[in-house]
């Protein structure tokens, strides 16, 4: 194996372990919910101790904010690589004891190591390399081996193979299984030079806050997330309890909707992103919003899953847009603890959406639905705002020239 790694670039190796890190996280996300759920945790339970999960990862990662720096990131994902190793096996072995307190530890600890590697990834590529279109393969590659994941526990969920019976929790065990494959690249990875000073947290701060595209962008950023996780925080158990699919069949749609999402972000690069950002923004909010309103006042079911889909379908399409461009803007020196502060308020977005998640769906999907096309209205307004001030900026740098 290490062979093959030698023969590969630095940033594609990068790559390749958040690949593995992503079918982990896929196959062990996308039946998370329903884990828990079969270890008797009710709706509400499982959104709360997911929200509060989120919320620890924002505590973490503030006190980690002065710790982390681009020399000690590969240490960081390694470290924090083998930690989420041990809380999934421990989780493993707490299925079905009842012990709710361990497990709401455990899936605590997994999430904050889930959420520590997520932030670490891209400024350790752009360390390396630093472009858009790098930006954008980034979240492809974590998003199709994500798809790839779901694909491998939608194919095993339920079967037997030999005397083994494929449960949740065999599938929690096999993630586990990429997650060592990560962990074995990640140590192997040599002669990445990261260099730079160490830049404190408050003078990162007072960077972000005199570049408003950047704190607005943030703001932008913590709307989309609120928006995204009250109205698809919860979607597994929408599909299964609220759409009367199967474990199966939910995942099953999961697969496809993201496989195609892929496709979509892919082809989108490559030759379907219009010239107008205005447009681009229209494109993939303003038309979810738009469905998630018809749903909501419609209260149809239909109408509910045909906006979960199209919400799903456009998820991975031109973050070239709406995210790299305020994204790789920012120094190198400040791009680790940037990238902590974007996840910081984007966990904050997704922590206070997952507890709108768990009350909306008390009354029904649709209103799940409407609460975030409420959200979307605001973080639409300032995506256009964001536009009007990029163009601004660089019709000013034109006439300076």
Known sequence: MEKVLNKLRNENKVLLILAFFSISKGLWENFRQLWLQDNNLNVTEISQVLGTATLCCVIILIILAKQLSLNRIQK????????????????????????????????????????????SIYPFIVSIKKSDKLYSKRKLVEYLFSDIGILIGGILIGRTIGAILINYNICLLISVIFLILAFTIVIHIKNVRMTGEKIELKKTLQYIIKDKIVAIYLLDYLLANIAMYTGLGLKMLMLTNGLDFSDREATNFLLAAGLIADVIGIMALKYFTPKNDYLTITIKFGIRMALYWIAYISNDVTLCLIAITWSILISTAYENITDAPYINRIKNEYQMLFTNIRYTVGLIGTSVGLYFAGVMYNYGIAYNLGLSAFFMVFQILLAYYLIYLRKKENFMKDTEK
């Open 76 to 119: 960081v994902i390694s470290i924090s690589i083998f930690i989420k190793i041990i809380s999934l096996i421990a989780l493993y072995l707490l299925n079905h004891t009842n012990d709710n307190i361990l497990i709401n530890l455990f899936i605590i600890l997994d999430t904050i190591c889930e959420k520590i590697i997520i932030i």
